[in-house]
């Protein structure tokens, strides 16, 4: 059963930094493709930031660029976001996802809220 609990939910104050992760099991991490997606209130889901098996090379959205990096522990088959800078426009609650790039079957975690507030 695949599972993704993500941890690291907190509020915290405008330019302040703070790194969530999302701790995997009943797949075979190393051959998927791991992700964050966040979603605000009244708002689609959109993507932050992917980061693909082996050679971790990653891909922002463009709102995170240069703020937030992603990265993996195929060892302990987790995934990271760090997140710096933060603006009260990255509130939202953030998602971890798995997808599986032979067929793009996506799993998801419950979310993880991230409130940006001074």
């Known amino acids: 059963q695949v599972q993704l609990v993500e941890s690291g939910r907190g509020l915290v104050q405008p330019g302040g930094s703070l790194r969530l992760s999302c701790a995997a099991s009943?797949?075979?991490?190393?051959?998927?493709?791991m992700g964050w997606y966040r979603q605000a209130p009244g708002k689609e889901r959109e993507l932050v930031a992917k980061?693909?098996?082996?050679?971790?090379?990653?891909d922002y959205g463009e709102s995170v660029k240069g703020r937030f990096t992603i990265s993996r522990d195929n060892a302990k088959n987790t995934v990271y976001l760090q997140m710096n800078s933060l603006k009260p426009e990255d509130t939202a609650l953030y998602y971890c996802?798995?997808?599986?790039?032979?067929?793009?079957?996506?799993?998801w975690g419950q979310g993880t809220q991230v409130t940006v507030s001074s």
């Open positions: 996802n798995a997808r599986r790039p032979w067929d793009s079957i996506n799993h």
């Open positions: 009943g797949f075979t991490f190393n051959k998927y493709h």
């Open positions: 980061i693909i098996p082996i050679s971790s090379v990653a």
